[in-house]
Every structure is written in C-alpha cells, then in structure tokens.
C-alpha cells in the first residue's frame, strides 16, 4: 500500500503562482509514474502532469508553459509548480501514483483561482 499526501493549494489571484507537494511513502517502488490530475465541479477528474521515474514529462495542453511538473525520487516526492493561473484551473488537485499494477491516489487539495 502507498499513502499520497498533497499539499499547497490554497486560494490565488489570476496572474499568480502556486507550488503543490505530494509526498508518497509506503511500500515505494522504484517503478512508477507521477501525476497530477484536477476535478473542477460538475467535469471529470482530468490528467494535467506526468513524470516519470527516469523524469520523462508529460503535460496536458491547457496547462503547457505555465505548470512544470518534477519530482525527488530520493525524497519520494512529487511537486507541481503552476504559474499563470486562470479562474478556470480552479479544482481539487490529486496526486497520483502508477505503480503497476496499482493506482493510488491522495485525498486532494483545492485551488481556487480568483478574477
């Protein structure tokens, strides 16, 4: 079992930044990819970074040049640094982790970008 905790949503204005952390500990496995995905209300959860083990990225087109995704493997940890945020990247934020042939995931943080 894998235990995922996210942290540094928060509230921000448009224009403005924001760092989220995932720490993942457990029964870690050296094989496995890092996510983020985002739920508005009323849409479907959606896939908006992923990183490798061996760092390969990979990134949902509504957040290219403004999200960076990048993660500690010593560490265990996941981070997702979003700048340029708009009123519409405003979702609970979950990390995930793919660790075949499991899926696990975190209870979520909630970014709230205002106008």
């Known amino acids: 079992q894998v235990r995922l905790v996210e942290s540094g949503g928060g509230l921000v204005q448009a224009g403005g930044s924001l760092r989220l952390s995932c720490a993942a500990s457990?029964?870690?496995?050296?094989?496995?990819?890092m996510g983020w995905y985002r739920q508005a209300p009323g849409k479907q959860r959606e896939l908006v970074a992923r990183?490798?083990?061996?760092?390969?990225?990979g990134y949902a087109d509504f957040v290219k040049g403004r999200f960076t995704i990048s993660r500690d493997n010593a560490k265990n940890m996941a981070y997702l640094q979003m700048s340029s945020l708009k009123p519409e990247d405003t979702a609970v934020y979950y990390c995930?982790?793919?660790?075949?042939?499991?899926?696990?995931w975190g209870q979520g943080t909630q970014v709230t970008v205002s106008s």
């Open positions: 990183i490798s083990s061996s760092g390969i990225t």
């Open positions: 457990g029964s870690i496995s050296s094989i496995n990819i």
């Open positions: 995930n982790r793919r660790q075949p042939p499991y899926d696990y």
